[in-house]
């Protein structure tokens, strides 16, 4: 399959990349760590008196954080700018001479970039585990096997919403405002702050009807054994519904985005 | 048989149209007006396999516009245009395989990560079989020396070196055509020399045609035989570059040094018709003559007559000059040949 090889090969390359700057992949990786101390202790201090809130206790909660700071770390600030860099500075011109479908070359690095990182983060992730003495991992052998499969929604799942925010900055061209909201929209909607079964029903609601739960919301519910079989499958197939849609979604605004194209001078 | 046909292609862009200051910024917000912009208007092209083209023009003539409309990154707003038999745009990635494309201000080469894996990941978009890969790899290292940093980032190459890498890339994959937009661009004496050799013997060698934009004359020169010039996006000469010269060229100039003090005004008497002082100073002063009137002798006899000349220097007419006036809108080109 020759055709798959020179994706493979920007997965290679990407990992390669990512870790080129040592010391800016150990800043990068530690700095999510920061982040997670902070909502770490925020969340105890809620659990101090020993409730149970919106169904998950203290030891679900941490279970949940985990696993929040995993899946966010597997995308980080480098995949984040990608396209809208490559916009504005035009260099996208050098990837529209080559025999590469952009998006599909686009996700390959970021896979590249998710696994480099993302295999340094679990790492520590489980360090921090051990730190914070949360010992209640998934026993089941077919949790696992979900949470896996839910880790690969997830991914897919971000990159398709990054990515096509980043089309945008055809039209805008900046990234920074247009990334704050999308951080924003995800962080939200995806469980990343606040579990989504804290929500009223309103917005649990609506949260479901998105695509960002996908994100965090379900691997880690799923991590925590709180979703019974039958609805794990049901989250499955809407994903995998989202992803399709969004690709698809993805190519029509890189249809109309390649007629914008306007990459002057150089 | 034509590798790069075009018939009245053309490219507008809508821009921006905004007042001056923080009002007009603020106008813009809400009530954003716009302003059609002509990059390139009505060019025919027709290139023929093999050949080596210059592509010429002031900057914002609209010959980056054309490049990238032909390799495949703009659509043009109107025309026909084929390359290799294919339309560009419609058919990215197919016509990508086909031609090689080096931006003087960018490069196809990652940051971060050695060279060689660039190559290497090159070679897998391309689909490039394992043998032609070695072979070229080899052929191309030779002639540009790349061996000496292949392992290095490219973040650590100079500007000379990263080029060399990049025409590497372009040609790795034995396209038919090879795009060049201001391949010289910043680069030493030495270095552009260097690519303008291997331009030469790729384009001998191996057939590979050639189009090239460039500032810089001597690329053009030295590289190709065919000159199209490009003016406020039109084309306004399309012929060789000895046909630019003798049609637009009528004058030579000598420079001359005299043993002593020169008198301007008996040597302007002295001159005939078709023969000039442009400039003198203390004891120099430049001669231009029309050169279908007098030959070099001619206006040296004439010279010496009332000068005592110890040295003198002829400057060739150069495509420079001509280039030149046309920029400044001073020479009207009607037509190729």
């Known amino acids: 399959m020759p055709a798959l090889k020179k994706y493979f090969r920007h997965i290679l390359c990407a990992i390669q990349e990512t870790t080129a700057y040592r010391a800016s992949y150990f800043i990068n990786i530690f700095s999510q760590f920061v982040s997670y101390f902070a909502i770490f202790f925020l969340w105890r201090a809620v659990y101090a008196t020993g409730a149970v809130i919106g169904g998950m206790d203290w030891k679900d909660m941490q279970g949940y954080l985990l696993i929040s700071l995993f899946a966010s770390a597997l995308i980080s600030g480098s995949s984040e700018f990608r ?31 998710g696994i480099a990182e993302g295999v340094l983060v679990a790492a520590i992730g489980i360090v921090f585990a051990v730190l914070i003495g949360f010992t209640v991992p998934p026993d089941r052998a077919v949790t696992w096997l979900y949470f896996l499969m839910a880790v690969v929604f997830s991914f897919t799942t971000k990159f398709l919403i990054i990515y096509i925010f980043g089309l945008f900055t055809f039209w805008t061209t900046g990234g920074m405002g247009l990334s704050w909201f999308r951080r924003g929209l995800t962080d939200f909607f995806s469980g990343a702050i606040i579990p989504l079964s804290f929500f009223p029903g309103w917005l649990q609601a609506v949260s479901a009807a998105l695509p960002f739960r996908g994100i965090v919301s379900v691997p880690a519910t799923i991590f925590i054994e709180q979703m019974p079989e039958s609805q794990i499958l049901v989250s499955f197939a809407v994903e995998a519904a989202w992803i399709v849609g969004l690709w698809y979604f993805a190519k029509l605004i890189w249809h109309f985005a390649m007629r914008k194209v306007t990459i002057h001078g150089g | ?57 002031p900057n914002g003539a609209g010959k980056s516009t054309t490049i990238k409309m032909l390799t495949g990154i703009l659509l043009p707003s109107g025309g026909e245009i084929r390359v290799n038999g294919l339309h560009p745009y419609k058919e990215r990635i197919r016509n990508s395989k086909n031609i090689g494309v080096v931006f003087g201000q960018r490069t196809q080469i990652w940051w971060d990560i050695p060279v060689i894996e660039s190559f290497t990941l090159l070679r897998d978009i391309y689909e490039v079989p394992a043998k032609t890969y070695a072979d070229n790899l080899a052929y191309f290292s030779e002639m540009l020396g790349l061996d000496e940093f292949l392992n290095q980032s490219a973040r650590r190459l100079s500007l000379g070196q990263r080029m060399r890498c990049d025409l590497a890339v372009a040609l790795m994959h034995n396209p038919a055509i090879i795009f060049l937009d201001e391949p010289t661009i910043g680069l030493d004496v030495a270095v552009k020399e260097r690519i303008r050799e291997f331009l030469k013997t790729v384009n001998r060698e191996r057939g590979v045609t050639l ?62 018709a078709g023969v000039e002082i442009a400039s003198s100073s203390d004891r120099e002063m430049a001669v231009v003559f029309d050169r279908f009137r007098y030959t070099a002798k001619d206006v040296l006899e004439i010279v010496m007559k009332t000068v005592d000349v110890v040295d003198f220097q002829l400057e060739e007419p150069d495509i420079e000059r001509v280039v030149k006036n046309v920029y400044e809108g001073r020479l009207e080109l009607s037509g190729g040949t």
Request: hydrophobic share 40%; glycine share 8%; net charge neutral.
């Open chain 2, 211 to 272: 189009l090239l934009t460039s500032h810089d004359l001597d690329d053009i020169e030295d590289v190709c035989r065919r000159l199209i010039i490009i003016d406020t996006g039109r084309i306004i000469y399309d012929g060789s570059i000895q046909g630019l010269l003798d049609k637009y060229v009528k004058e030579r100039s000598i420079r001359i040094i005299a043993s002593a003090k020169i008198d301007r005004a008996g040597a302007v008497r002295a001159m005939p």
């Open chain 2, 1 to 57: 048989m034509s590798v790069i046909e075009t018939k009245g292609l053309c490219k507008s862009f809508r821009s921006p149209l905004k007042k001056p200051g923080v009002i007009g910024a603020v106008q813009h917000l809400f009530k954003p007006e716009h302003r059609e912009i002509v990059a390139v208007t009505d060019v025919d092209l027709s290139i023929e396999a093999g050949e080596s083209v210059a592509y010429v023009g």
């Open chain 1, 83 to 113: 396209v809208s860099r490559s916009i504005w500075t035009g260099n996208i011109a050098v990837e529209l001479v080559r025999p590469v479908d952009y998006q599909k070359a686009n996700f390959a690095i970021t896979v590249g970039n």
